[in-house]
Each structure stands twice: as structure tokens, then as C-alpha cells.
């Protein structure tokens, strides 16, 4: 049987390649990462409508149980990057890996279990107002289907973690803006994620503080959690030891230590 096949015409005026010849329907798809690669990103770009350019042509590879930080100026995407490994923006080209599967093909259900395996530290928090501390955090837990024993068996140590048992009946609006930070953190690690992307997680915290959730993340992180924070700070992340990812004109740049 004959087969109907695209003809590549070469313009002979330019000997290039007319792009609607050779642009597929779809994006050519590389073969998923292997898997000890939990995070992939492939020539990532990401512009926004108005013209911001965050991503250009960004690869990354990250392996199960990896801590980095990510740094850069404010405004150079640090925010958006990781808001594409969650799948809250689409990247405008490249592949997005994440757990084996490519994040923004994810949609519905599948997105949102996607995303109960991610604990996520917003840089605006993201508290629920008429809940309490205890239901802001237990929540997480709730949504992951875990039993009410287990809830009360991981709450009060998470709190204690961050330093807020004697606030678990407190609502948002009778925190610190510290506080209300480190109720976000605890809502992140509460349920054990393999996956940890915090979003400027000590911004609001004072030196003790900040370096009290770096621990925290670095306990996870000593259980096999892959980490990822973001943070204007580079003295703290220069605390930590952990390995420093520069964002810079759209590209990542590793630093040397
Ligand atoms: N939804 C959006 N629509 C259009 N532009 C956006 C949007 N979100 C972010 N931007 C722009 O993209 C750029 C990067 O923003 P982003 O918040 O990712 O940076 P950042 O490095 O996290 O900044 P900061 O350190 O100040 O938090 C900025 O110029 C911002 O104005």
C-alpha cells in the first residue's frame, strides 16, 4: 500500500529548509529521563505575554535527593521556574520533566495527584484565612487521604519543627508575617513529599529562624527528598553548603563552590 509522504522542498533562492515543510504538528518529544532523574528541564524557554523573558533555551537535570538553591536578582524567574515544575505556567517551548511525567501535558486529575507528591512553599503563603494553623496544616493531609490518626501523628511534631505548637489554634490574620511563613513551610513537609520547592522560604525570617527551616529541609532532604529553594539570600544559602543554581539572562548556571 502506498504511503502519502511530506515532500521538503528546498527554496533554491535561499537553500533553506521552508519551515511548514518540516515543522511537525507536534513539538518533536525527547524520551522521557531516565528514572533517578526526578527533574529535566530541556531547552525550557518561558516568555510571558508582555514580553518577560524568564527562560531562554534553560536545561537542568536534577537526581532523586538532590538540594539546590536557586538564586538571581529579583525578577529574573526565579518564582516562575518553579511554577513550572508544579504546572501553575506552561513553558513556551521545551520539555518539563518532573517524577517521569511531562508537566504541562498533565490536566485534571492527573495534575492535581501530580501535585499532591509536591510540597510547595509559596512566596505569598497561600493560607487558608478562616482555617486555623492545625487546619491550614492538617488540610494537606486531608486532601492526601490520610486517616485521621495519622493526621494527629504527624501535626503537633511538624508545628514544633517550626516553631509553632503554641500557635496551632491561631488563624492567618493573628500571625507575624514570619510566622505565616512558617506555617506554609510546615503545610509543605507535613506529608513527607519527595519533592520540596520553596519559593523564598526564609524571606520574612530572621537569621535564627532562617537557618532553623534550612534544617528542616536539610533533615527531609537526609530522607531522600529531592529540595529546591529559591532565595535572594546568598549568605544563607552559602550557610548551607548545598549546591547553588545561578538564574541569569534566562540560562541556569551552576556555581563552582
Ligand atoms: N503572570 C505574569 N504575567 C506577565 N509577566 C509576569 C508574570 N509573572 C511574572 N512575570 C514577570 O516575569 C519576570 C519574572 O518574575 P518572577 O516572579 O518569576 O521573578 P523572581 O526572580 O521570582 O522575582 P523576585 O525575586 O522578585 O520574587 C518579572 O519581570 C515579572 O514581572
Known sequence: MKTSRRRIVINPQTRSIPLENVAPTRPFRQAPPPKEIIIRLQDVSKIYPDGSRCLIGANLNLKRGDFIFITGTSGTGKSTLLKLLYGEETPSSGQIYVNGSEVHELKGDHLAKFRRRIGVVFQDY??????????????????????????????????????????????????????????????????TPPLVLADEPTGNLDLENATQILRTLENLNTYGATIIVTTHDHHLAGLSGKPIVELRQGQLYWQKR
Not at 485521621?148 to 507575624?176: C, N, W, Y
Open 126 to 191: 497561600k493560607l487558608i484565612p478562616n482555617r486555623t494553623v492545625a487546619e491550614n496544616v492538617a488540610f494537606v493531609l486531608q486532601a492526601q487521604g490520610r486517616r485521621q490518626q495519622e493526621i494527629e501523628r504527624r501535626l503537633l511534631p511538624t508545628l514544633k519543627m517550626v516553631g509553632l505548637a503554641h500557635k496551632a489554634d491561631a488563624f492567618p490574620d493573628q500571625l507575624s508575617g514570619g510566622e505565616q511563613q512558617r506555617v506554609s513551610i510546615a503545610r509543605a513537609i507535613v506529608g
